[in-house]
């Protein structure tokens, strides 16, 4: 392989290598989340690139970290698609009012996105206010029991 070959894996090296099994990843596919579905040929392999790994990666993070369905894993990926077209527009409009619509609509984007992250950071507020509210409770009746 040489510098400008970029290294491939197959579907179980990914899933092994991110934690997940190759179900989940063809689930992804489906999902629109990955692109190995689309670009595969009928009957070859699906293969991966660095690139696929990574996004992945971040996929599985963000489903962990935030607790999303895979509904609300779509939405985020597909904003976050967005985000980044609007950067690649960003510098092919050089004009002011270009610029302008471009932010516009990023901030529109980031809004949606922080507003799931606030949601889910509102439950698990909620969450652990209820097993601190509990642990107050256990240590109380602990020390009524005494030694």
Known sequence: MNAT???VLRIGEVAEQVGVTP??????????????AST??????RLYTE????????????????GLSLDELVTLAETEEARRAL???????????GRRQILDRAIELTEQ??????????????F???????????????????S
């Open 51 to 66: 690139a696929d790994v990574a996004r992945l990666r971040e996929l599985i993070r963000l489903r962990d970290l935030l």
């Open 5 to 7: 070959e970029e290294r």
């Open 87 to 97: 950067r690649e527009q960003w510098h092919d409009d050089p004009t002011d009012s």
């Open 40 to 45: 595969r040929t009928k009957g070859k392999h």
């Open 23 to 36: 179900r989940t990843i063809r689930y992804y596919e489906e999902l629109g989340l990955l692109a190995g």
């Open 128 to 146: 652990a206010a209820e097993l601190d509210a509990k642990l107050r409770t256990l240590r109380r009746r602990r020390r009524e029991l005494g």
């Open 113 to 126: 996105q922080l507003r799931l992250v606030e949601t889910r950071r509102q439950t698990l507020d909620e």
